[in-house]
């Protein structure tokens, strides 16, 4: 997979994407991510990437033609599905990731300040995405947080192929409801007499699956 990401500040992307899961899928090969500076892409030799909009308001918008001439430029070779992250796109969620992993190139648009010119959305977008009804400073931070949740559902990231089955939003019950994860423990079995449930102790399997399936469920219905 190839994820291109169109952001005025690629350098926030390194020590997160050079770390842990997403680092060593790199290393492996099962993924490329590029950060690209959308100043190389400026409207004149002062690295100018905005201006102000259009009928008055507070704060600047990214002018189209950077943004045009970007996306074109990483899409000329492999054309790729582009992705805005905003607060009035669609909210996203489990299902949304394993979506997004099962494209060859992606292509991330990182807004700031008031935003993008509406062009760019129109004519470039393929879809708009939030991560919930709150305002950030730009969009590089959920754009971090997209590329995680799909890049580790990659064949071969995960060492342990059913480590994306066996997890939140990915468990069901009998109905289909989406489950969370149960509740995890591990040695010691009792600290400062904090004790880990008697049924995970019990080397029963049937009693500990029904102890697992009943608390992802009381686990959902506290999170709605």
């Not at 990437?49 to 943004?67: A, I, S, T, Y």
């Not at 949304?96 to 509406?118: M, N, P, T």
Request: proline share 6%.
């Amino acid at each position: 997979m190839l994820i291109d990401i169109i952001t005025l500040f690629p350098d926030f992307f390194v020590p997160v994407f050079s770390q842990s899961i997403i680092g060593r899928a790199q290393q492996k090969e099962l993924v490329k991510i590029r950060a690209c500076q959308l100043r190389d892409w400026a409207v004149d030799a002062h690295g100018s990437v905005d201006d102000k909009p259009f009928g008055g308001g507070v704060g600047m918008v990214l002018r189209p033609e950077p943004l045009f001439e970007a996306v074109e430029f990483v899409t000329k070779n492999n054309p790729g599905w582009v992705v805005f992250l905003t607060p009035g796109g669609r909210r996203f969620e489990q299902k949304k990731a394993i979506e997004l992993s099962q494209r060859e190139h992606l292509v991330f648009i990182c807004g700031h300040y008031e935003g993008i010119d509406q062009r760019v959305i129109d004519e470039l977008v393929n879809e708009q995405i939030s991560l919930g009804d709150f305002v950030l400073t730009g969009g590089e931070i959920p754009t971090m947080a997209v590329v995680d949740a799909l890049v580790r559902l990659l064949p071969g990231v995960l060492e342990k192929p059913d480590a994306t089955v066996n997890e939140s939003f990915s468990l069901r019950d009998e109905q289909g409801c989406l489950l969370l994860e149960y509740p995890q423990y591990t040695r010691p079995a009792d600290y400062r007499g904090l004790k880990v449930p008697e049924v995970l102790l019990s080397g029963d399997h049937a009693r500990i699956a029904e102890w697992k399936k009943t608390n992802s469920r009381l686990k959902m219905d506290k999170k709605v």
